[in-house]
């Protein structure tokens, strides 16, 4: 197959170059263009404007602006690469020669809060951040241009981790090295990662498959919970964990301080590790006809948690 990725030297898309490099062709599109192992031509986004790229089967569009959990991110800068710039690369793919076009949108697309135990695809959207809603109108402007003769795939992943990752995880795993205790010990939550190596054994099945166009979510088999993570970081470590259960209030009026002053502890962040955020799988899974992720969730955020360390 001849696919084009967009963002292609983003995290996802630097690990999708080494999954499919040796049995696809690759472009890339993007706002540098690098030459990359294992990629054909990198085009700009001028390129895409002129028409200057090459016949391709697959497109699979993973640019964007990712979640701002400083919320320094303008809501306009949202919507102007997540939103308009996924119409163009839409627009593109329906005049173009591709047959199939995979979407990165967000499980926040639908859902800032899990409301029931598990989120399943039928949900009613209701995101609360710029983040989610400009995910959300890209959805909506692809699912009201659905061509009848190609098809199209719109991924809500879940927290996506894997080694060279630098997100949440990172942060939470330099707390715990530095042999701060965990605070967060009161909160009982539950939530949904995605290995890239689960993330990446998906994207090669839907280039591959002739699976119903549709919405799926992202997920690795099991929901972790901080805790737990906690302990799988400690075990990498080879230290025994430390968890107090200070008082929900009192981390609450922390977290509220550290929105205001801008601090690595703020809100947003604190909903994060400490929320219940279940996402079904069985989708995906039943479209690919398969009873399990190849990755197990403690499996891959072990592989990712020694890549912190260079274990």
């Known amino acids: 197959m001849k696919i084009l990725i967009t963002g292609i030297n983003g995290f996802v898309g630097s690990n999708l170059v080494q999954d499919l490099k040796n049995e696809h062709i690759l472009y890339g599109l993007d706002i540098i263009t690098p030459e990359i192992e294992g990629v054909r031509h990198t085009y700009s986004w001028d390129d895409l404007d002129k028409e200057l790229i090459d016949d391709i089967d697959t497109i699979i569009h993973l640019a964007g602006i990712a979640h701002d959990t400083k919320n320094q991110t303008k809501e306009e800068d949202y919507i102007s ?5 996924t119409q163009k690369v839409f627009d593109y793919f329906l005049k173009s020669s591709a047959s199939k076009f995979i979407f990165f949108s967000s499980v926040k697309a639908v859902a800032d809060f899990v409301q029931e135990k598990v989120l399943y695809e039928d949900v009613v959207p209701n995101p609360k ?3 989610g809603v400009s995910k959300l109108m890209a959805e909506d402007y692809i ?3 659905l061509p009848t003769n190609k ?3 719109i991924l809500r992943p879940s927290m996506i981790h894997g080694p060279g990752n630098k997100g949440n995880l990172n942060l939470l795993f330099k707390v715990i090295q530095s042999g701060i205790p965990w605070p967060l010990g009161a909160f009982e939550n539950k939530r949904s990662f995605t290995s890239i190596d689960n993330l990446c054994y998906i994207i090669e099945n839907i280039v591959i498959k002739n699976i119903p166009t549709g919405v799926y979510n992202i997920a690795d088999d099991e929901a972790i919970s901080t805790t737990e993570l906690i302990h799988l970081i400690c075990s990498v470590l080879n230290k025994k964990a430390r968890v107090w259960r200070l008082p929900k209030l009192l981390i609450s009026i922390f977290a509220s301080i550290g929105s205001v002053l801008r601090l690595k502890l703020n809100t947003d962040r604190l909903n994060k590790l400490t929320e219940n955020y279940v996402v ?6 039943k479209a690919l006809d398969i009873d399990s992720m190849p990755v197990r969730a403690k499996d891959g955020l072990k592989k990712t948690i020694k890549s912190f360390s260079n274990c």
Not at 280 to 285: E, P
């Open 151 to 153: 098809s199209v795939y």
């Open 280 to 285: 079904s799988n069985s989708k995906i899974k």
């Open 129 to 131: 951040g710029p983040y």
């Open 143 to 145: 699912m009201k241009h």
């Open 81 to 85: 690469i997540n939103t308009k710039l």
